[in-house]
Nanobody, 123 residues
Framework: QVQLVESGGGLVQPGGSLILSCAASGSINGINAMGWYRQAPGKQRDMVATLTKGGSTNYADSVKGRFTISRDNAKNTVYLHMNSLKPEDTAVYYC?????????????????WGQGSQVTVSS
C-alpha cells in the first residue's frame, strides 16, 4: 500500500505560478512511476505529467513548456511546477503512484491516488 498526501493548490491569476507537492509513504520501494492527473468539472480525468523511476518524463501537449514534474528522493516527494497558468488549467489535480502486482505469470498495474488539490486560475 502507498499513501499519497498532496499540498499546494489554490487560486492564482492567469499567467501566475503554483507548485503542487505529493508526499508518498508506505510501500514506496515498489513504485514504478508517479504523476499528476487533473479533472475539470464534467470532464474525465486526464494525465498531466508522469515521471518514471528511471527519470523519464511525459507531458500532456497542453502543458508542455509550462509545467515541470520533478522529485526529491530524500523526501519521497514529487512536485508539479506550474507556470504561465491559464483559466483552462482550472481543475482538481490528483497525484498518482503506479506499482506492479505480479503473480507467477503476469504483472498488473496498481494505481494509488492522492486526495486531490483544487487549482483555480481566474482574475
Amino acid at each position: 500500500q502507498v499513501q499519497l498526501v498532496e499540498s499546494g493548490g489554490g487560486l492564482v491569476q492567469p499567467g501566475g505560478s503554483l507548485i503542487l507537492s505529493c508526499a508518498a509513504s508506505g510501500s514506496i520501494n515498489g513504485i514504478n512511476a508517479m504523476g499528476w492527473y487533473r479533472q475539470a468539472p464534467g470532464k474525465q480525468r486526464d494525465m498531466v505529467a508522469t515521471l518514471t523511476k528511471g527519470g523519464s518524463t511525459n507531458y500532456a501537449d497542453s502543458v508542455k513548456g509550462r509545467f515541470t514534474i520533478s522529485r526529491d528522493n530524500a523526501k519521497n516527494t514529487v512536485y508539479l511546477h506550474m507556470n504561465s497558468l491559464k483559466p483552462e488549467d482550472t481543475a482538481v489535480y490528483y497525484c498518482n503512484a503506479e506499482q506492479s502486482d505480479c503473480s507467477a505469470y503476469a504483472c498488473s498495474p496498481v494505481h494509488y491516488w492522492g486526495q486531490g488539490s483544487q487549482v483555480t486560475v481566474s482574475s
